[in-house]
C-alpha cells in the first residue's frame, strides 16, 4: 500500500533481472501494466538511453543487485516508454537483501523530471536575461558617462576661445586687422558653440517626442543648393571638391524645408569633418520609383565594419575618448535619422572599410501632386532672402517694449531694433 501511495515510480526485480512489481505511478510513467510487465526483463519495461548520445546506458537496479550497493545514474537520462514517448528521468537504485544479508532481488525508484528541467532552463534564461540587461544598462551608463565628459569638453573648448578673446579685445591694444580678427574667432566659436547647444535640444526633443515639422511642398535640389552653399567655406578651407550631380529637378517632397536642409547639411558636414585635405565630397539627387534619393559620398576615413552598425545611435561615436582626433557630439547622425523616419523616408550609411570613405543615402517619398513653381520659393526661402528681408524692415515711428531675461539679451535685442529705426535706448533692468 506505501508503495502504491507514494509519489515516485518503483519497480522490483528479482535476482534474474525479471520484474516482480510496478506501482501506479511506474505504470503511468512507462506505459506497462503491472500485468504485462510481470516476469519480464527490466530492461524491455525500464527501457533507458542518455540524452545526448543516444546510446543505451546501464540499468541502475541491475549494477545494484551485482554490486549490492545503491547505484545512481548521472544525469542526462531519457527513458522510453511503451509507446516511445520520451521523458528526462532521475532514477536510483538498490539492491534487496534477506533477512541473512543475501541479494534476492532489486529495486528501482524513479521520477519524471520535465517541468524540473523545465523550471531550470527557465531560471537559466531568467538569469541570461538578467545578465544582459544588467551588462547593457552598465554600457549604457558608460556610453552617457563618456557622452558627458564629451559635452564638457567639446563645450569648454569654444567658450575658452570666447573668453580669452573678449578679454583681449577690452585691453585695447589690437589694431584694425587685430580686432577684426578677433572679433570672427569669436563669432565662430560662439557659433560652434550654437550648433553644439541646438543638437543637445533637437536630439532631447527627439527622446521627448516633441520634434514636430512644419510640412509642405518642397523641391529637394534647392534644398540641396542651400546646404551646400552653407558648408562651402568649410570645404574650401580644406581644399576639399565639393561636386553635385542633381537630377529630377522639379520633383517634389512633402516636408519642412527647414529640417530637410539639416538634414542634408549634417551629411554634408559629417562628410567634410572626416574627410582630409584635398578630398571629395559628392552630392546627388535622382528619382528611384517612387522615391528621391539624396546620396552624399565622402573620401574620407571611412567607418569600420563594427561601428557602422551604431553609426545612427545617439551617445555613439568610434571614439570618444579626450584623444578622439575630430570634434562634435556625435548626434547629428542620430538626429538625421530621426528627421528622416519623421518624412517617412529611410536612411543608410555604406562603407568598404576604414580608409575608404563612406556614403549615406537618403530615400523620400515622391509627393503625388505637382504644384507650381512659384509656391517653391515660399517654401524654401534661401538663407541670403531672409537676411536681405530682416534687413528691410524699418521701425521708425513704432514704440516697442522688449522683454528678457537675463538683462543682457535685452539689451542686444535692443540694440538690434534700434538698428532697423531711430529708437530710444531705455533699459531697465
Known sequence: MTLSSIGEAVIATDTNGDVTFLNPVAESLTGWKQEEAQGRSLRHVFNIMNEQTRETVENPALRAMQEGLIVGLANHTVLVAKDGTEMPIDDSGAPIKGAEGKVIGA??????????RLAEEERSALLASERAARKNAEAASRSKDEFVAMISHEIRTPLNSILGWAQLLRRGKFDQAETERATEIIERNAKAQSQLIEDLLDISRVISGKLTLNVRSVELAQIIEAAM???????????????????????LVAGDPNRLQQIVFNLLSNAVKFTPRDGRVEVSLERVNSHLQI???DSGVGISPEFLPFVFDRFSQANTTSERKYGGLGLGLAIVR???ELHGGTVQADSPGEGQGATFTVTLPVKALHEEMSELGRAAPSAEYADSLADAIMLD??????????IEAGELVVVIASIAGRLSKDVTG
Open 107 to 116: 529495486v528501482l525508484i524513479f521520477r519524471d523530471i520535465t517541468e524540473r
Open 229 to 251: 552653399d552653407s558648408i562651402r567655406t568649410a570645404a574650401e578651407a580644406k581644399s576639399i571638391q565639393l561636386r553635385a550631380r542633381l537630377e529630377s529637378r522639379g520633383s
Open 295 to 297: 546620396a552624399v559620398s
Open 338 to 340: 530621426h528627421l528622416v
Open 397 to 406: 515711428g513704432l514704440r516697442v517694449m522688449i522683454v528678457d531675461e537675463p
